[in-house]
């Protein structure tokens, strides 16, 4: 059953895995709305800011709002490609499309579909799918992965980020953005391995374990990273800023975009990284 959500209370803790789960369905899809697409083909241009966006955004962001809609009438919801201007409200809902759309332009399949509801200035609900991996992750209370089966979450099981390896961490590294400022925070931690994975496919695998650090000191937006963050918080990682605090969620007056970050596996490791105060400006 899904839970009713007024702006008026924060969610209990069985609504949050409630909306959790629905809102993996949701984004399962909107996954398989992108698969037709990447079969098919799909046309593109850049945004304002060089960034590429597609038919395959657009459609799958209409999917995502008229379903939350449908739902949850009357929680705002701020999307990439068609509500980025709107005000966020006690409870609102923070959507990515399509994560990654470079990736998903070149047929990589390292692309995601983010959702999150935000209660005040945190994340309480989230789901992050991959669809041309065939995987999804969820979490409201605690955090869960199960694979797309037939154009459906399958059965969902529990996971946790790892402790530090003794072999060093795994640090997951863009594909498509890069940073001297990530490179220097890098070389304060102790990486053991390097892997290039795109998009806030990071965050999934830092969240069961398949990875150890993301880093990145570059220019993202708060529907990039809310899902990824809650889901990764859930599962006992954590994702932190140059004040070495949680993120806050909803800066409308910053335009929704966030600052440096690093996200860890073991928070206990989260005090080594050094990161800028602020994301550096492109092309220094």
């Not at 899809?29 to 060089?50: N, P, Q, T, V």
């Not at 969820?138 to 402790?163: D, H, K, L, Y």
């Not at 925070?185 to 806030?200: D, E, M, T």
Request: hydrophobic content about 45%; some cysteine.
């Amino acid at each position: 059953m899904t839970p009713a959500l007024t702006l008026d209370r924060v969610p209990t803790q069985p609504e949050r895995d409630a909306v959790a789960v629905r809102l993996a369905a949701i984004a399962v899809a909107a996954g398989e709305i992108l698969r037709d697409f990447e079969r098919g083909g799909c046309s593109h241009h850049l945004k304002a800011d060089g960034s590429p966006t597609s038919q395959a955004d657009l459609a799958a962001e209409t999917l995502i709002v008229a379903a939350l809609a449908e739902a949850w009438p009357g929680i705002p919801v701020i999307a990439e490609e068609t509500a980025a201007e709107a005000a966020p409200a006690a409870l609102f809902f923070l959507v990515d499309p399509l994560d990654g759309t470079k990736d998903f332009l070149k047929g990589t399949g390292e692309y995601t579909v983010n959702i999150a509801l935000v209660a005040g200035e945190r994340p309480v609900a989230a789901a992050l799918a991959a669809p041309a991996l065939g995987r999804v992750w969820t979490a409201g209370v605690g955090a869960a992965e199960a694979s797309i089966v037939a154009g459906r979450p399958g059965a969902f099981r529990p996971v946790a980020a790892r402790s530090l390896p003794g072999e060093g961490m795994t640090a997951l590294v863009s594909r498509s953005h890069g940073e001297a400022a990530d490179e220097a925070c890098l070389a304060g931690l102790p990486i053991g391995h390097r892997r290039g994975v795109s998009s806030a496919l990071k965050f999934g695998l830092i969240a069961c374990g398949e990875g150890d650090v993301y880093v990145r000191c570059g220019p993202t937006m708060e529907w990039d990273t809310a899902a990824g963050d809650h889901i990764l918080t859930e599962a006992g990682g954590c994702l932190v800023g140059p004040d070495g605090r949680p993120f806050g969620y909803g800066r409308h007056p910053g335009q929704y975009r966030n600052g440096p970050f690093a996200a860890f596996g073991d928070p206990s490791q989260a005090a080594r990284a050094v990161l800028p105060k602020r994301c550096p400006a492109r092309g220094a």
